[in-house]
């Protein structure tokens, strides 16, 4: 079975600190994504990758950054973090010919105080 | 721009009870539909797809066509079970490479015995 982790399930974290969200898969996909999901505005794509070193922006990246050194291993960076950013984040992959075939981890929910 | 609607849930059935879930779709040319499901504490899984019009995708007594006449995806069953609570979101892919998917916003189902 596909096994994409993610670091924490929950976060508490304070206005202005940097934040570390990481996601493994152990699948050998080539693409991997992150997401967040609030209600009422299901997922947004915030950054994606299909190999290692390289990023794409998604719909919305303002605010975060990420970082892809190990083929299986993709971080989400908060640089510094805000309330507006509490929300579910999902990391998900693929391989990459099959964007569509997404394999998600189960999240990891943030709050910012 | 391309984008998902779904209809608004929560959606509440008693067991056995059938189901549909509503999906349209604006998008340029002809792009790939799916449902994805995400159950209690879950990441989201590939529920169904389909690639292009008319075709029917089905898993687990779940079923969506490919409408492009009427740019629908829409998601039904014969008979819920309890087990199938959970949020369904619809999504769609542009066929153009390197496109990621677009979700809509998701639809809770709640099923009671």
């Known amino acids: 079975d596909v096994k994409v982790t993610q670091s924490s399930r929950y976060l508490v974290k304070r206005t202005g600190e940097k934040v570390f969200l990481e996601c493994v898969q152990d699948?050998?996909?080539?693409?991997m994504f992150w997401y967040r999901q609030d209600p009422g505005l299901g997922l947004r794509l915030i950054y994606f990758?299909?190999?290692?070193?390289?990023?794409e922006k998604g719909d919305i990246p303002e605010g975060y950054s990420v970082s892809r050194e190990k083929k299986e291993r993709f971080s989400l960076i908060l640089e510094s973090a805000s309330t507006n950013q509490t929300s579910m984040y999902l990391c998900a992959s693929s391989f990459r010919g099959r964007y569509y075939e997404q394999y998600f981890g189960p999240g990891t929910r943030l709050t910012v105080t | 721009g391309n984008s998902v609607t779904q209809m608004e849930g929560p959606v509440t059935l008693s067991e056995e009870a059938f189901l549909t879930i509503n999906c349209t779709y604006t998008a340029t040319g002809y792009p790939s539909l799916f449902w994805y499901v995400q159950y209690p504490g879950e990441g989201l899984q590939l529920l169904l797809k389909?690639?292009?019009?008319?075709d029917k995708g089905s898993n687990k007594g779940f079923e969506a066509t490919y409408r492009k006449e009427t740019t629908s995806f829409h998601l039904e069953k014969g008979s819920v079970q309890v087990s199938d609570s959970a949020v369904y979101f619809c999504?769609?892919?542009?066929?153009?490479?390197?496109?990621?998917?677009?979700f809509g916003k998701g639809t809770t189902l709640s099923v009671s015995s």
């Open positions: 699948m050998d996909h080539e693409n």
């Open positions: 999504a769609l892919m542009a066929n153009q490479a390197g496109t990621a998917l677009i």
């Open positions: 389909a690639t292009k019009a008319d």
């Open positions: 990758s299909y190999d290692v070193k390289m990023k």
